[in-house]
């Protein structure tokens, strides 16, 4: 029952990361010109979209090859979410916060898979 608890929740909170990726992505381009902001802003949320984008690849190459991520990848995802989470109070609009939310949820389901 614990097994089956906990995969539920693994798999729960992977789809839910999925989801506010996938949610920031069309938000960010629908809303991307319509925001009237500066250009460092617009590059901060670009970058922050591709900080999460790199952690989204990270754990799906998990599920492929997991020695060789846990060994040379996995410990990229503390600067990874450090880096996104400066980005996302550098950039603006609601995409932001799903970029937030989707970026913390992969680092802990990978935190939880591989203890780093």
Same mark, same amino acid.
């Given at each position: ?5 906990? %995969? ?9 990361? %999925? ?5 920031? +992505?069309? $938000? ?13 802003? $617009? ?17 799906? &190459?998990?599920? #492929? ?14 600067? +990874? ?9 550098? +950039?603006?609009?609601? +995409?932001? #916060?799903?970029?937030?939310?989707? &970026?913390?949820? #992969? ?10």
């Amino acid at each position: 029952m614990g097994d089956r608890l906990y %995969l539920a929740l693994w798999y729960g909170s992977a789809a839910v990361a %999925l989801g506010c990726f996938i949610y920031a +992505a069309v $938000r960010l381009a629908k809303d991307g010109e319509a925001i009237d902001v500066p250009k460092w802003r $617009r590059v901060a949320a670009i970058c922050a979209f591709v900080t999460v984008t790199f952690q989204a690849l990270i754990f799906t &190459s998990m599920l #492929w090859a997991p020695n060789f991520v846990v060994d040379g990848v996995v410990p990229l995802m503390r600067p +990874a979410l450090i880096a996104c989470v400066v980005l996302v109070f550098a +950039a603006k609009g609601s +995409a932001r #916060w799903w970029l937030l939310g989707s &970026s913390v949820l #992969w680092y802990l389901v990978l935190n939880s898979m591989v203890d780093v």
